[in-house]
């Protein structure tokens, strides 16, 4: 049948489409996907490494070729542009590290919407000695961001990296960040204003309970902002949509918890803040909003002048809620949420973003 010659060719990686009242749409191999920002198309990551542009309903439109090697992707904030960063095999080469066939080539890339010719920005040599992995866009579509990956090492990587930019028009790379940045997708957050401000949790370690700061970097200039400093350890970062608020959680830096009965105790002291990063003269005014004993709180999301957070007790059972942005007391929205995540994750971090999106309907 065509359904076990799919799974046979692409195992159980697949990406499935519906509406939003639930109706079935279309069912294709995919391994990653993301959506365009201003329609309705995916940027399809094949099993195999090739990417595919979907608009739902349609015959995917192939824009590079299975063995291309793609392995992150994103979308330029104008929707004309795909970014990806991957990694190659060149078979009749030796690997810098192990001196056996088969050299890794890692480099970042793009390609228009429509297709055409694929743009390689930046390799990382060939042989490469280190990965290159995308992190995103600039807010004004100007560089690609990215993470360097040294000596392939996925316990280096771990700790953190630096984030860098890479001018899309041509120019040197340059380094935002002095200091390493753990590679979660909810520890970066680009502005919603389309212009080149992003906001960065900042700090070394794979322990996401210690030595974590929020930044507020600028992509042109290389400008650093701290918005939130003291004893405490910040996580998710997320935009208000007039792009002066940043909700976010935090919780007191008691330094590596390591794991244990001390580690649980330590995360059901996340709290959700909210800085306003229009401060004026006086700076970076924060507010916390939330303090009940009884939780830990994750994961903020904005709707209007509301915040949607996640809420997760000492029996590992998750509740979705909301709060007033300018404070007051939580609402209860969803009693249970069935995720098969526990309270450690990964040293600390769990990957909501895997459970929970916001849609926020265009403005009036």
């Known amino acids: 049948s065509d359904v076990y010659k799919r799974q046979a060719l692409y195992g159980e990686a697949e990406v499935q489409i519906f509406t939003a009242a639930g109706k079935p749409v279309q069912t294709l191999p995919g391994a990653l996907f993301r959506w365009s920002p201003v329609s309705d198309q995916l940027a399809v990551r094949t099993p195999e490494g090739g990417l595919l542009r979907v608009v739902p309903g349609e015959a995917p439109q192939t824009l590079l070729e299975a063995g291309a090697g793609i392995q992150e992707i994103a979308w330029s904030p104008d929707g004309r542009w795909i970014a990806y960063s991957?990694?190659?095999?060149?078979?009749?080469?030796?690997?810098?590290?192990?001196?056996?066939?088969?050299?890794?080539?890692?480099?970042?890339?793009?390609?228009?919407?429509?297709?055409?010719?694929?743009?390689?920005?930046?390799?990382?040599?060939?042989?490469?000695?280190?990965?290159?992995?995308?992190?995103?866009?600039?807010?004004?579509?100007?560089?690609?961001?990215?993470?360097?990956?040294?000596?392939?090492?996925?316990?280096?990587l771990a700790d953190g990296v630096p984030l860098w930019a890479l001018p899309v028009r041509g120019g040197p790379a340059r380094a935002l960040t002095m200091e390493p940045m753990l590679l979660y997708e909810d520890f970066l957050a680009p502005s919603p204003k389309g212009d080149d401000r992003i906001a960065v949790v900042v700090g070394g370690y794979r322990g996401a309970w210690t030595s974590k700061q929020l930044h507020l970097l600028s992509v042109r200039t290389g400008e650093s902002q701290v918005l939130f400093s003291g004893p405490y350890a910040v996580s998710s970062p997320a935009w208000s949509a007039d792009g002066t608020r940043i909700a976010f959680i935090a919780m007191p830096d008691r330094g590596d918890l390591a794991g244990g009965?001390?580690?649980?105790?330590?995360?059901?002291?996340?709290?959700?803040?909210?800085?306003?990063?229009?401060?004026?003269?006086?700076?970076?005014r924060w507010e916390q909003l939330t303090d009940d004993p009884a939780y830990r709180d994750e994961y903020p999301r904005w709707l209007g002048e509301w915040i949607l957070f996640l809420r997760l007790d000492r029996w590992d059972r998750i509740s979705l809620w909301a709060i007033p942005a300018s404070g007051g007391s939580p609402c209860w929205i969803l009693e249970r949420i069935d995720a098969p995540l526990t309270w450690f994750g990964y040293y600390g971090h769990l990957d909501w973003g895997n459970y929970l999106d916001v849609w926020r309907p265009p403005a009036p």
């Open 86 to 156: 991957g990694l190659r095999t060149l078979k009749g080469e030796k690997d810098v590290y192990s001196g056996q066939p088969g050299a890794r080539y890692a480099f970042l890339g793009r390609i228009r919407v429509e297709g055409g010719r694929p743009e390689e920005l930046l390799n990382a040599g060939r042989p490469s000695e280190y990965g290159l992995i995308l992190a995103g866009w600039s807010p004004d579509g100007h560089a690609l961001l990215y993470w360097v990956d040294p000596m392939f090492s996925a316990s280096l």
């Open 261 to 284: 009965e001390e580690a649980r105790r330590g995360l059901l002291q996340r709290r959700l803040f909210v800085v306003d990063v229009a401060g004026g003269s006086s700076g970076p």
